[in-house]
């Protein structure tokens, strides 16, 4: 019996190794981005692909006023930090992928986000609807539901009258991305896109979910579209954060508390 201990012990660390060394990964990323800002002088911009989540490398990373610059194996650029707080755009390319312009903002000459979800090309009528957060809380779920018809999230994935769309990623440890692609988008219909966070899903009155730097990237049409950013001031644990009223695209970003 005192032989079969650390056996299962190793077991069950096998078991759980995969969850636990992402995050892992991932905190390791955020102090070693924070150090070399604060140690070396230098930024860090991170890219990631939508679909798996995986870092996207040799991309074309153009910023205004600062210069050019290509992301190495693990998805990263490094520059110097910018010397003025403000509001830097700059725009991501490579092949494969949709060409997008974002931006990041310096706050006391730290970075407030540096991680960047892009997107795959995508068929023309298709959109796909990508959610990103910050390390807290661990688990928000992106939702998706047609008037009448399907409602996707991580309790069923695939599903859907139509067959025409799908949650590609779900994730559960913190950052994202999570992300459905609706391949032929129906203009007769009315979708409703929302986050909830299950972490806090018996605490409604929570902060968590205004704190977590949550935003929507929706990409269609060979380009990003919008981009929704979540309220800081906000109590709740359900982001209602926009229809698709017969291809148009109405804002909702009201959040709300749900049991």
């Known amino acids: 019996m005192k032989k079969l201990v650390p056996t299962v012990l190793i077991i069950l660390l096998f078991l759980a190794y995969k969850p636990i060394s992402a995050q892992i990964d991932k905190m390791k990323d955020l102090m070693d981005d924070e150090m070399t800002e604060e140690e070396d002088g230098m930024a860090t911009l991170r890219f990631f692909d939508a679909l798996d989540g995986s870092p996207v490398g040799d991309a074309t990373i153009a910023i205004d006023g600062i210069g050019e610059f290509t992301s190495d194996g693990i998805g990263r650029v490094r520059f110097e930090s910018p010397e003025s707080d403000a ?130 990237l929706v990409y269609g049409e060979g380009q990003l579209l919008h981009i929704y950013e979540m309220n800081e001031v906000q109590r709740g644990n359900k982001w209602n954060v926009f229809r698709l009223v017969k291809g148009q695209f109405v804002v909702e970003n009201e959040v709300k508390r749900v049991r």
């Open 87 to 216: 509001v830097y755009a700059f725009q991501f390319s490579k092949e494969g992928y949709i060409t997008a312009d974002f931006s990041f903002e310096v706050i006391v000459g730290t970075i407030f986000y540096n991680r960047f979800t892009v997107s795959p090309i995508i068929d023309m009528g298709s959109i796909r609807i990508v959610l990103e957060w910050d390390r807290r809380p661990d688990d928000l779920d992106l939702h998706l539901q047609k008037t009448g018809s399907y409602h996707i999230s991580f309790h069923d994935k695939i599903a859907s009258n139509d067959g025409m769309v799908r949650l590609d990623l779900d994730a559960m440890k913190g950052y994202g991305p999570e992300t459905i692609t609706i391949k032929n988008v129906d203009d007769n219909a009315e979708y409703l896109c929302y986050v909830h966070d299950y972490s806090n899903k018996n605490h409604p009155k929570s902060k968590t979910l205004s704190r977590s730097k949550a935003r929507i």
